[in-house]
């Protein structure tokens, strides 16, 4: 089998070990984006650029020039316009067990900066830490994320593959999907969530007041 040289993308919800895919996925040869993270590559603004031509209705990114393979967001979210442009890449859903994973992005976003493409998605309930109805609204999106493309991908399994990272333990399942060789190096995990560190919040209440950070939308100040 002659490994897949054409797009990959990893379509995973926010925290279910993208940056782990992220890591595979380079190790396998791919040129590979993670996110949209300042410095991720030349033009990089968290989000704010490829969300204005999303938001304008222009899906053809400048990223997919860039490179080969891509996880995390805006790719996950939207995933079936993805499709319309690339019918004949790989795509992999990565899952995490949904309470560790709802628990993990309450911890992660708890006192974290707002950036474009969180807001975009959620709105008032971008920070999930922030309400029980901003934890439903994160419950809600990524069960029904995970459904549409369980759906989508039904008939199309020759190109569809799923995986928890968190719980991968080989590089077997991944590289037969894609007819790649075993690396001679461990399977990664990247990125564990950590409690957040205590001096965050007065951080953020310092950036906020000197503004240079605005408030999120439905966030508390953590005491």
């Known amino acids: 089998m002659t490994q897949h040289d054409g797009k990959i993308f990893g379509i995973g919800f926010y925290k279910t070990g993208t940056t782990t895919l992220y890591d595979a996925l380079r190790i396998l040869?791919?040129?590979t984006v993670n996110?949209?993270?300042?410095?991720?590559?030349?033009?990089?603004?968290d989000g704010a650029t490829l969300l204005r031509r999303i938001q304008a209705g222009d899906y053809r990114l400048?990223?997919?020039d860039m490179f080969e393979a891509f996880t995390d967001n805006p790719y996950f979210s939207i995933w079936r316009q993805i499709y319309d442009q690339f019918p004949d890449a790989r795509y992999i859903l990565t899952v995490r067990d949904e309470r560790r994973w709802i628990?993990?992005?309450e911890k992660f976003f708890r006192n974290r900066r707002m950036r474009p493409m969180r807001e975009w998605m959620f709105g008032e309930h971008a920070n999930p830490a922030s309400s029980p109805e901003a934890r439903q609204a994160w419950l809600d999106a990524y069960r029904a994320h995970n459904a549409a493309v369980r759906a989508f991908f039904a008939a199309r399994g020759a190109q569809y593959f799923e995986l928890d990272p968190t719980t991968e333990g080989s590089w077997d399942r991944l590289c037969t999907f894609l007819g790649a060789p075993l690396p001679d190096l461990p399977w990664p995990h990247a990125?564990?969530?950590?409690r957040d560190?205590?001096?965050r919040p007065a951080w953020r209440r310092?950036?906020?007041?000197?503004?240079l950070e605005r408030r999120d939308p439905g966030d508390r100040d953590e005491e």
């Open 197 to 199: 560190q205590p001096w």
């Open 206 to 211: 310092l950036k906020r007041g000197l503004g």
């Open 62 to 64: 400048p990223t997919f």
């Open 29 to 31: 040869g791919y040129h």
């Open 35 to 45: 996110g949209d993270k300042l410095g991720s590559y030349p033009g990089a603004d």
């Open 191 to 194: 990125n564990p969530t950590r």
């Open 103 to 105: 628990d993990s992005c």
